[in-house]
């Protein structure tokens, strides 16, 4: 079975890049009997974060089977993405792309004038993970997600992001119309904990499971690691929720 992520917000700093992070992550540290192929795409070409210098690598002892750079602001992008992964729709094997998207990418790709994006994001079983900051624009640009593409936008997960705030300050969210219509649709609704800015600034873009490795090996100075690894941890539940939702409402991943 196929999976696809895709990993938004459109505004810049709202915390996209580290919500994709510790998605690849939550994959990552899956026993490796049950894990499925993990391929990373950065779709952010102007600061790849994800797939850029420093970043994210092709690393099968971690099970991440490809990563790639591609530009899904035009219809070229969305082709070459449902070459690399249509074929694994009817795979009996698990595979799971997590797609990392560029800010102000909406009105380029999400407007519904590219034909394909409808086809490829039903096509391909992608799941919108939305980061949300706590600004009424973050909550316009997923609401013009919602309107022009209506039957992939009906379910998703919405991620706030506590480096905003707290979960209750998210006022304009939580009572808006938005997200009774998003929720009474099946979305689903989730936190990211605030992650330390220095201890952000200083790993940079390195992968995640390359400084904090699983068998608990220091790669960091003390304080980093303990503060990362308490922030990553508090993460991996949400993680978990959007790695087990449904992108066609039936029944999630035990």
């Known amino acids: 079975m196929l999976k696809v992520f895709l990993v938004d917000g459109d505004k810049g700093g709202v915390g996209k890049s580290i919500a994709a992070r510790l998605l690849i992550h939550y994959h990552v540290t899956l026993p490796a009997e049950v894990r499925p192929s993990i391929y990373v795409i950065d779709s952010d070409r102007s600061n790849p974060d994800i797939g850029g210098t420093g970043g994210y690598v092709e690393d099968p002892q971690a099970g991440i089977a490809a990563v790639a750079l591609l530009d899904l602001s035009d219809e070229d992008g ?10 694994f729709v009817e795979d009996e094997n698990e595979h799971r792309v997590i797609v990392s998207l560029p800010s102000q990418i909406g009105t380029r790709a999400f407007s519904g004038e590219i034909a394909i994006v409808r086809e490829a994001m039903r096509a391909l079983n992608m799941i919108p993970v939305w980061v949300l900051s706590r600004t009424k624009e973050c909550l316009a640009a997923l609401e013009g997600r919602q309107i022009a593409l209506p039957h992939r936008y009906d379910r998703g997960v919405a991620v706030r992001n506590l480096f905003w705030g707290r979960a209750r300050e998210f006022y304009r969210w939580e009572n808006s119309e938005l997200r009774k219509s998003l929720m009474s649709s099946g979305w689903a609704d989730v936190t990211l904990p605030a992650i330390n800015e220095t201890v952000l600034d200083g790993i940079e873009r390195a992968p995640l499971h390359t ?10 100075d003390l304080g980093t690691d303990m503060s990362l690894r308490a922030s990553v941890g508090a ?6 929720v959007i790695a087990d939702y449904s992108p066609t409402g039936e029944e999630d991943a035990e």
């Open 211 to 220: 400084i904090i490795p699983p068998d608990g090996h220091k790669v960091l």
């Open 78 to 87: 969305w082709i070459d993405l449902v070459k690399r992964f249509g074929e």
């Open 235 to 240: 993460a991996m539940p949400s993680m978990k």
